[in-house]
T-cell receptor
């Protein structure tokens, strides 16, 4: 079983749609969680951290469910510019600076 | 931009050759991590360097080695290249507290695309 699992998609949605991505992780002792965004042929960039209380940044909402070892990202009112690959990232309990990435979920927002 | 730079941007090598990739960290950062991203996959952790010492390693063979210099820049060396080494190699810099336990966000460079023929 992979340490971090995501549905690779692709998710094809129209502009203005709401889309949700899910991610599960295997290490129950994991301590930090993030969503990164990666545009085609570019480097990953931090989108937002994920907290148990949930956090929101504009149209983006991230949630963490530690009991289910599940992380989610919700994008409301999708824009064409949201088209990218979204990577779920976990830092395991032993903090050696190792980021564990999921495979990534590809989103394509269509006009 | 993150302020993290990598060179070269692209590289073509043949099986069995050796390659050195370079990374300059963001100003004020003391730690560099290296990742390998194969096509269609998420990045995989290779190793991290903190204050010129290796600080954690992923599941990569010894032919993957690295260095960190006093100015916190870093090199990734890969010996005896194999076809499966073809990938995007990313470095990420961050600031680690003097205790080495607390890390801030890792910022990625643009990567080096390596093709092994």
């Amino acid at each position: 079983r992979k340490e971090v699992e995501q549905d690779p998609g692709p998710f094809n949605v129209p502009e203005g749609a709401t889309v949700a991505f899910n991610c599960t992780y295997s290490n129950s002792a994991s301590q930090s969680f993030f969503w990164y965004r990666q545009d085609c042929r570019k480097e990953p960039k931090l989108l937002m951290s994920v907290y148990s209380s949930g956090n929101e940044d504009g149209r983006f909402t991230a949630q963490l469910n530690r009991a289910s070892q599940y992380i989610s990202l919700l994008i409301r009112d999708s824009k064409l510019s949201d088209s990218a690959t979204y990577l779920c990232v976990v830092i395991p309990s032993s903090n050696t600076g190792k980021l564990i990435f999921g495979q990534g979920t590809t989103l394509q927002v269509k006009p | 931009e993150t302020g993290v730079t990598q060179s070269p941007t692209h590289l073509i090598k043949t099986r069995g050759q050796q390659v050195t990739l370079r990374c300059s960290s963001q100003s004020g950062h003391n730690t560099v991590s290296w990742y390998q991203q194969a096509l269609g996959q998420g990045p995989q952790f290779i190793f991290q360097y903190y204050r010129e010492e290796e600080n954690g390693r992923g599941n990569f063979p010894p032919r993957f080695s690295g260095l960190q210099f006093p100015n916190y820049s870093s090199e990734l060396n890969v010996n005896a290249l194999e076809l499966d080494d073809s990938a995007l190699y990313l470095c990420a810099s961050s600031l680690v507290s003097p205790r080495g336990a607390d890390q801030e966000t890792q910022y990625f460079g643009p990567g080096t695309r390596l093709l092994v023929l």
